[in-house]
């Protein structure tokens, strides 16, 4: 979860998630100053994020 760099060179690379964590970041900074200000602030909404296929998904071999 979440792409981290390291996990493409294990063996098998895994599949993850890759979550827009910058955008997360700004969108709860955003929803703070709302906050601080006294404004309501919106409800949360979902974030794209998109899957990483790797060697660890993959279809079965037959015939082994």
Do not use: H, Q
Request: contains cysteine; hydrophobic residues 40%.
């Amino acid at each position: 979860y979440d792409d981290i760099p390291e996990i493409r060179f294990l063996t098998p690379a895994l599949t993850t998630i890759r979550v827009p964590k910058e955008r997360i970041g700004w969108k709860m900074a955003e929803r703070l100053v709302l906050r601080l200000s006294g404004k309501a602030a919106p409800s949360a909404a979902p974030l794209n994020t998109e899957l990483v296929i790797r060697n660890s998904c993959a279809r079965l071999r037959t015939g082994l």
